[in-house]
Nanobody, 124 residues
Framework: QVQLVESGGGSVQFGGSLRLSCAAS????????MGWFRQAPGKEREGVAG???????AYADSVKGRFTISQDNAKNTLYLQMNSLKPEDTAMYYC??????????????????WGQGTQVTVSS
């Protein structure tokens, strides 16, 4: 089992920045695949960014150039730096992990551990 706890959400204005953090209960070897997802009211959960055990990353087209996923293995923490935020980025953001050594993925079905989420609200 891997427990994930997100933090760093909040309310910002258009063009602002936030950094989300995800603290994992177990080391990198237990969760070679990590990712961030988001879900807005009335919409399906969508993949935002993923990172695999090699450090390769994947991003949704809507966030490329604005969001950066990274990890600090010593701290068992995953990050999502979000810049140039837009109102359409408003959603609950979830951290996810998988115990299988997949390549970076934005598919929610590829993840078997999920955090409780942190809310991000961007006002215009």
């Amino acid at each position: 089992q891997v427990q994930l706890v997100e933090s760093g959400g909040g309310s910002v204005q258009f063009g602002g920045s936030l950094r989300l953090s995800c603290a994992a209960s177990r080391g990198r070897y237990s969760r070679p695949l990590m990712g961030w997802f988001r879900q807005a009211p009335g919409k399906e959960r969508e993949g935002v960014a993923g990172i695999d055990r090699y450090g390769s990353t994947a991003y949704a087209d809507s966030v490329k150039g604005r969001f950066t996923i990274s990890q600090d293995n010593a701290k068992n923490t995953l990050y999502l730096q979000m810049n140039s935020l837009k109102p359409e980025d408003t959603a609950m953001y979830y951290c996810a992990a998988d115990s299988r050594p997949r390549f970076a993925s934005l598919h929610p079905g590829h993840y078997n551990y999920w955090g409780q989420g942190t809310q991000v609200t961007v006002s215009s």
